[in-house]
């Protein structure tokens, strides 16, 4: 929270004092083929403790920017040179003001030294397209049934589009982003799922070969990965974004993973919102999983979080993405906890 300060107002700053060099008066020769003498320009600002009160109000937000500036200094300590893994899904991809908001806070990382890197999903848009061409979209237990015409629209959409789209935006915002897939310098390697008789080209990470992302975060450029793989002989596969994020998480040393989703995050009971389970163990986890505590799309988030854990990454988070400025939030309140 950021507190109110005694303050100026963007008023109290007076008329600048300008001095100039006086112009040539009527007795003054003036030489020949000679250039006129740049004019040179003294500003003096000054500031009076007696502000306007019709002006406190402009000078109070004003300093409120300043305030949330100084405050962020722990976070940029905390954070510069760190690299950071966002899975963007859900609900924050429909919302345009949520989408913008996302954007936003990956290249305002960027910007502050942090190296943002994000794996997406793109769920509603690959139901859509599957829906335009008379296919109705199935899910067990979180992932989505992919058969061979599903995957071929999963690869249009991911790759083809949502991708791009997520490149453009971001550059628009003034980062740099490079869209990447899985199969993108055998970025990704894929398996099949244990369970692939029913999921179909529905596959797991066998192996991540992180090399073609090293240079990319190096330059601060953000890595923009959609989770499309192939096997060892050319097999597309889906790959679950949050398992897909988990596993790229490990393979690049991350500080910390965050998954967005469309819930308040994981509950101890699911049917009263204030369960909320703010922070847990790896065993505390695999035992509310083992209870049945943990089901349906939360499965494959918290199985990534805790492989992730297991790999090195410091800190996991599944965070609420319909929050404006969330995952921003979550990064703040781990510096402040320090």
């Known amino acids: 929270m950021l507190l109110a300060k005694p303050h ?45 009160a019709a002006s406190s109000a402009e000078a109070a937000a004003a300093l409120s920017r300043v305030d949330v500036l100084s405050e962020a200094l722990p976070f940029i300590q905390r954070f510069k040179g760190k ?14 003001e949520l989408q913008a908001s996302v954007i936003r806070d990956l290249v305002l990382l960027s910007c502050v030294g942090l190296h943002p890197v994000l794996v997406h999903g793109g769920g509603p848009e690959i139901n859509s397209w599957l829906l335009r061409v008379g296919v109705e979209p199935q899910f067990r237990n979180g992932l989505r049934v992919t058969d061979a015409l ?20 971001i550059n628009l915002a003034g980062g740099t982003a490079v869209g990447l897939c899985g199969k993108d310098a ?14 179909g080209f529905v596959g797991e990470v066998s192996r991540v070969d992180a090399t073609v992302l090293h240079p990319i975060i190096a330059s601060g450029h953000i890595p923009v990965i959609a989770t499309v793989a192939a096997d060892e002989t050319g097999q597309a596969y889906n790959i679950n974004a949050d398992t897909a994020a988990g596993e790229i998480a490990a393979a690049v040393g991350a500080e910390k993973l965050l998954l967005l989703t469309d819930v308040s995050g994981i509950l101890a009971d699911r049917n009263d919102p204030g369960s909320l389970v703010k922070e847990i163990d790896i065993a505390g986890m695999r035992q509310m999983v083992s209870d049945g505590q943990v089901a349906g799309g939360m499965i494959p988030k918290v199985e990534c979080c805790v492989r992730a854990l297991a790999q090195g990454v410091h800190t996991a988070s599944i965070i609420d993405g319909r929050v404006p400025h969330s995952f921003l939030s979550s990064l703040l309140e781990l510096a402040q906890m320090g």
């Open 83 to 96: 690299t950071v893994v966002v899975k963007y899904g859900g609900a924050a991809m429909k919302s345009p």
């Open 150 to 169: 599903t995957m071929e629209v999963v690869e249009m959409v991911l790759v083809g589009k949502v991708n791009k789209h997520l490149v453009s935006l």
């Open 8 to 52: 100026l107002s963007s008023s109290s700053f007076l008329s600048s004092t300008r001095v100039s060099s006086p112009a040539p008066g009527p007795n003054h020769a003036k030489p020949i083929a000679a250039s006129p003498a740049p004019r040179r320009y003294l500003r003096i600002t000054a500031t009076s403790a007696a502000a306007p």
């Open 186 to 199: 055998r970025l990704l390697t894929a398996r099949p799922s244990p369970n692939a008789a029913a999921l």
